[in-house]
């Protein structure tokens, strides 16, 4: 008799045996779907927890807004501490890192609490911003509020820093942006600091990501509405208040009826600094040849950013070469490439990772000239005065800008370079070419941004800081034991 091995009897006998009959691509799809539900069920209770947690400490945060134990801003600020409350990313917010810097250098103690920017993925994330600046990474879900509306009810960045703030007893609680406002003003009531508040940008009129649409979009009008309430109600409270837009500062003023200032404060690199390692010439580190324009952009990236024309204006400008330096291009790359592709240019588009705040001047060694742009989506970036301006300008850089009120007159009465409309290609490329075929004009850009910076150099633009924080009025022992 001959036995036949049929899939059954084989079947029963690798079952009999222990041996699992699925094949290797069975076993890794089953376990990668096992994994997949587990952490599924894991991320479920995760942000069922932060829900509950958030819940209970915004309670805790608005007790404070209403406290009449609350001992009342300014009532007890003394000491040199200075807590800075931030929401962003600090390891590229240039703005942050020149004012705790400056600060410190003025014999003040900052702390910077940030939550964790990697949300919890980095254990060691850190910066390391010199003596006098302790920046501290928090729990990453203090700042999951700012992606729900209203975007400023931190609860839980509240319970974290007033802990921080009642063992510093700071002078002042610093608030960088109107997401961090509501928290700082709380803090600033509970412990007797004064309140500095520093919008880096005009919320308000600024945009949001709108869920339906898969866009950015200004804000509805009740939300905006919401938005302004707050901002006037921190412009009229705080003890001061800064912005980096002269247009900015004028119109939340107006906003008010003019009943407090805004001081203005721009960002200015501070171009004494040393970068955290050198430089070579990007042509030189690229392989650009010296025939050809290393046109330079640095700085976020995404859709508000409008690299999208700037990119489509190298097909007119054949001579040139657009590097691309900043965050979130393992994002948005691959269509910055595409299009660059579709051109038939895809050798002259180059995307490189950002670099450190203070490394920015220094890295653009070896460009030719440096260009910004943004969505005019709203107010907010219609009158921006941005970052890129003063750091090509510090590069010894000629500027080309998007064409709008701030930056216009900026570059226009500093003589740094050219202005374009940022939605026509063709208008990017015009000015690109202006610069590559007049060295006359180039120059003159240069030696224009070098007597710039000198002359920000000698009129320290973060003094301006310094001196407002040491106007501040401070409380004596003896009348603090009073209240």
């Known amino acids: 008799m001959i036995a036949v091995a049929t899939r059954d009897n084989v079947t029963w006998a690798k079952h009999k045996l222990g041996m699992d009959t699925r094949s290797q691509w069975e076993k890794e799809h089953d376990d990668a779907a096992a994994r997949i539900e587990a952490e599924a069920q894991h991320h479920a209770l995760v942000m069922t927890e932060l829900a509950r947690d958030a819940a209970e400490a915004k309670k805790r945060l608005m007790g404070a807004l209403s406290d009449p134990s609350a001992f009342g801003i300014g009532n007890r600020a003394s000491g040199n501490a200075v807590l800075m409350i931030v929401v962003s990313d600090l390891r590229v917010d240039p703005r942050v890192e020149r004012e705790a810097r400056a600060l410190a250098a003025a014999g003040y103690a900052v702390t910077i609490l940030c939550p964790d920017p990697t949300l919890g993925k980095d254990p060691g994330v850190a910066v390391n911003w010199g003596p006098g600046v302790d920046a501290r990474f928090v729990d990453w879900r203090a700042s999951h509020y700012v992606s729900e509306r209203p ?101 939340i003023s107006a906003e008010i009826a003019g009943q407090r200032s805004i001081h203005l404060v721009r960002n200015v690199p501070n171009v004494s600094i040393e970068p955290t390692r050198p430089y070579s010439s990007l042509k030189e580190v690229l392989g650009v040849p010296d025939g050809q324009f290393l046109l330079l952009y640095q700085g976020g990236t995404g859709p508000t950013r409008l690299l999208e024309p700037i990119i489509e204006a190298m097909a007119y400008a054949p001579r040139c070469v657009l590097v691309v330096r900043g965050p979130s291009l393992d994002l948005y790359g691959e269509s910055y490439r595409q299009i660059a592709r579709v051109g038939g240019f895809a050798d002259r588009l180059i995307l490189l990772p950002p670099v450190p705040s203070r490394d920015v001047v220094a890295a653009a060694n070896g460009a030719d000239a440096g260009i910004y742009s943004v969505l005019g989506l709203g107010k907010n970036f219609i009158y921006a005065m941005p970052n890129k301006i003063f750091e090509y300008a510090a590069a010894g850089l000629p500027v080309l800008a998007a064409d709008y009120p701030e930056a216009r007159r900026f570059v226009e009465v500093n003589g740094l370079g050219l202005t374009f409309d940022p939605l026509d290609p063709m208008a990017i490329a015009r000015a690109i070419n202006s610069l590559i075929g007049d060295a006359t004009l180039t120059d003159g850009f240069r030696a224009n941004a070098a007597k710039l910076i000198c002359h920000l150099k000698q009129n320290d633009e973060w003094e301006k800081l310094v001196a407002l924080y040491r106007d501040l009025p401070r409380r004596s022992l003896a009348s603090r034991c009073g209240q």
């Open 151 to 251: 975007g400023f009810e931190g609860g839980l960045l509240f319970d974290i820093a007033l802990r921080v703030a009642e063992a510093l007893k700071p002078l002042a609680i610093h608030s960088h942006d109107l997401n961090t406002g509501l928290v700082a003003y709380a803090l600033a009531r509970m412990t007797g600091a004064h309140l500095v508040i520093d919008f880096h940008e005009w919320t308000s009129e600024n945009v949001h990501w709108d869920l339906l649409t898969l866009a950015w979009k200004p804000y509805p009008a009740e939300w905006r509405q919401e938005l302004k309430a707050l901002e006037h109600r921190l412009v009229l409270e705080a003890s001061a208040s800064i912005t980096v837009s002269e247009h900015i500062a004028q119109a």
